[in-house]
């Protein structure tokens, strides 16, 4: 359903994509994994919108959306969570998570996705008032899943979602991308935490230097000997 | 001079005021150099100087420059200097004190200038006039009055207009000339934080003091201060009967306008820059109702009844066109170190340097220039007599009222009448 | 006593006036890290678009607002478009020269058209006592006025949902852009608004003060500094600093001299970033991304 073709792209001088190819089915969760570099977290400011590819297409049920400005990528199901700590800190934990409903122009549906994803994630409900600058990593990670769920998305972009968060927390977080995928979406996700991320996936994708090395199941992936020996050996942190 | 640079567009223009001013030397330098002289058999007088064509001062080092043509391109009509054709030689010092001491080196050996005019400002004309020292000239200039222009204690300079500490002298002379039962016993002084209104100010205290003025507020404030209101309110809260300020327009009208909301009528309210800016003037403070019996400090206005200043104006705006009130008071002080010079060298017959400067510093000799009279003060380093004139609003007009010899009958009204 | 009192009172209504001139400032600097150098002469531009209606057309200076704001407001989206759009890198520093040159166009084209000289903006002249002492009404008129845009102000930014964009560009603005927010347009109309209260906060200026085109200059560093104490982005915090920096001001060139009022001021603006280097109001938090 998602599709990146030769998609080159970067920031500034150099490209840190060289001709990116990758198929994302619908219905799965798909796990980017690599070094530091790779591009990994490019690939999904490509698909958002944040980066403008310089060659290349990116297809979306058929559709080329290469290039469009996040606004219109959002409108069409495609919604990314970024990297690192990404609520507005001044505003309520409320305030974040009904923003998230900015491109609705009703607003009674607005209330109505609020109600179901403080169903979903309770800690929108229970810090509403909180500014969100004073939850916890873990929290606001969650709250920043939340607010991704207000638009209903068919597709969600995780950038490493798992940064910086306790081993507890980081079990809370996976948990919640398996209850985001059981509702039906597409789950694309960015780890640096190797293992972790291919245990809650169903394919794994390995980049390096820009391009796409491999697509495989992720249990294939996770037994890969010279995947496991490059990314998967060192990284035995528990998961 | 400049008392106060005007800051911003001076600068932001300053690139397009260096264009238009080396433009005017080229065309000027034509009109110059076809002037008719009638004794062309002689070789002409070369008169040297260096100006700010370029740089921070470039556009007074224009106006600088624009005196000192008028009255070449006058004198060569009228049969030269001793019959004799006067060109000008002009060098660029890019408001750089150490090009000017080499624009000067060059004016005097490579193009054997026969006397120097003065640069543009106190920065550059005490290093000029050090180079003509060295080479026994002398320097007339008019556009240089700051102290420390005197205090190089360099006899071969000549500043023909008032020093600028001397702004307020001829006012603090007025109000210490009056009978000691009419004269007020209480003034209020405020002023800039500069060089220049800060010691016109002090001087005017110590005179005034001296005479039994007792200081009752003294306030000096920042450049950058654009709020008035507590430094006006100091004052009126002083109910002092004498208010003295070094202004600028904008000061001087948050003074008028809050004296007036506070009911507070000083006997006599004097400022060094403001109300002699006529429709300026009256239209930041309201009118001319607004500014009966203010005073305002003035060396010099294309209306002061001086010799050869109508003809001054005259040739100014047919020269460069506009009104005479757009003449910068530069213009006239470089006009009047030209007047200063020709009258020395008609009463001497020569265009010696050393006969030159001996008639000039004699205290008894008086020149006639378009800012008044003037003569050389004993052992004042270069300091004329030059004075500054008391203006003051009455009906409706900017009058002259002191020293005597310029108000013609025009007394000053004192005290003040009170507001509207 | 009561002579400080109304400097202190002086102080609060100037204050009021500055907060106004400064929280376009504020603003933009907040959505799009552009530190405007041309606030200043935006100001003294909209203080001579007043004085022309006011002049001309004999227009109220109030009614005049009508005209003079969404003017600047067109100019402001203009000179957002044409210039800054176009900073993709450094925006800070090159922010700085650009909006410099624009200030320096603003300023030289004022001194062509209206020449270097002090004009005042024909005021009514009526005044009311305070603690004693005659005040100018006007100047109880346009502080009235600068707290009514300011709580305008504050609830276009706090109940609706541009200000709510607004306030999540300044906190973050990937996660705005990623949750659907125009981050381009939300600049454009920042900016925009910037420049309009610019202007009314120009009629403030002018109605209480004479000015000319190089008046600018001294207003700009004025209100960078206001912006520097109340904190970069912060709305309550251009209030704060401007009431601060002329209150303070006042009362210390009427309880000292004032040659010590801005000495006093940057001492405590020192001593205040030592210990809040992110200004009284500021988020460095907030900035990150």
Redesign the interface.
Known sequence: MLELKGVVAGYGGGDVLKGVDLVVEAGTITCIIGPNGAGKSTVLKVISGLLRPRRGKVLFEGEDISGWPPARVISRGIVQVAQDRSLFPQMTVRENVRLGGYTLRDRSLVERRLAEVEELFPIVRERAHDRAGNLSGGQQKLVEFARGLMLDPKVVLLDEPSMGLDPRTMRTVFESIRTMHAAGRTVLLVEQNARSGLNAAHRGVVMENGVVRLVAPAHDVLAHPEIGELYLGGATRPA | MAMRG?????R??GAWAATAAVASLLLGGGAVGAARVRHASQPPIIIGLSSSLTGDFSADGKANVQGYRLWAAYVNAHGGLLGRKVVLKILNDNSDPSQVITDYQSLINQYHANLLFGPFSTLLNPPAASVARRYGYMLIEGNGGGPSVFAQHNAYLFDVSSPTQNQLVAFAQWLTSLPKSERPKTAAYATY?DPFTQPQIDLCRKMLQAAGIKTVSY????D????????A??IV?SKAQVVVVGSL??LA??MV?TFR???YNPEVLSFTAGPD?GS?WL??V?GAKMTEGIMVEISWTPFLDTYQNALLDHLYTSTYGGSPESMSSDVAETFSVGQVLQQAVEATHSINNATLRAYIENPHHVFQTVQGPVHYIAGGWGQSSAPAYIGQWQNGKLVFVYPPFISKGAKPEFPKPNWP | MSFILYAIMIGILDGGIYALMACGLTLVFGVMEVINVAQGSLVILGAYMSYVLASTLHLNLYLGLLITMPATFLLGMAIEWAFLRRLRVDRIALSILVTYGVSLAIEGGLGMIFGDTYVALPAPSGTFTLFGYATPDIKLYVFLMACAFLAGLYVLLYRTTFGAALRATVQNRTAAQLIGINVERISTLTFALGAALAAAGGMAFGATRSFHPGSAEDLISRLLVIIVLGGFGSLGGALVGALLFLVVEDMVSVLISPIWGPVVFFAGLILILLVRPQGLFGQLEARRQ
Request: aromatic share 8%.
């Open positions: 005007i800051p911003g567009t001076v932001g223009w934080q306030q000096v404030f920042p950058e201060t654009t709020d008035f209101t507590p430094i309110l100091k809260h327009i904008n009208a948050a306008n909301q506070q009911h800016q300026q239209q930041v309201g």
